[in-house]
């Protein structure tokens, strides 16, 4: 059974930064694409990022081009979003999911088959 655990989040102001952290158990990155979307209230999710299988080429949402950068540490089953240059806008909730797909495709959460819980990101004027 895959499980997905986020983590890091919090309370920052803006100009500021955070990493958050996906953990996984059952199952090892090296075979699935990791995205990171997030869900403000009363929005849809939205694509953050997200880093292929294989090869480890990346992709990212036009707005987070240039602070946000997605990475993982496959021996330890990890993937990691460093956020800096935070905005009010920023905040929402950030979840992990696994999935298959093209450099394109992933880009959609439609495209994933597990998710983790969440972890809420808040940023402060």
Same mark, same amino acid.
């Given at each position: 059974q895959v499980q997905l655990v986020e983590s890091g989040g919090g309370l920052v102001q803006a100009g500021g930064s955070l990493r958050l952290s996906c953990a996984a158990s059952g199952h090892t990155f090296s075979n699935y694409a990791v995205g990171w979307f997030r869900q403000a209230p009363g929005k849809e999710r939205e694509f953050?990022?997200?880093?292929? +299988?294989?090869g480890g080429s990346t992709v990212y949402a036009d707005s987070m081009k240039g602070r946000f950068t997605i990475s993982r540490d496959i021996a330890n089953n990890m993937v %990691?979003? !460093?956020?800096? +240059? &935070?905005?009010?806008?920023? #905040?929402?909730? *950030? %979840?992990? @999911? &696994? @999935? *298959?797909? #093209?450099?394109?495709?992933?880009? +959609?959460?439609?495209?994933?088959?597990?998710?983790?819980?969440? #972890? !809420?990101?808040t940023v402060s004027s």
């Open positions: 953050v990022a997200a880093i292929r +299988s294989g %990691y979003l !460093q956020m800096n +240059s &935070l905005k009010p806008e920023d #905040t929402a909730v *950030y %979840y992990c @999911g &696994l @999935g *298959y797909g #093209t450099i394109v495709t992933i880009t +959609s959460w439609r495209r994933y088959d597990y998710w983790g819980r969440g #972890t !809420q990101v």
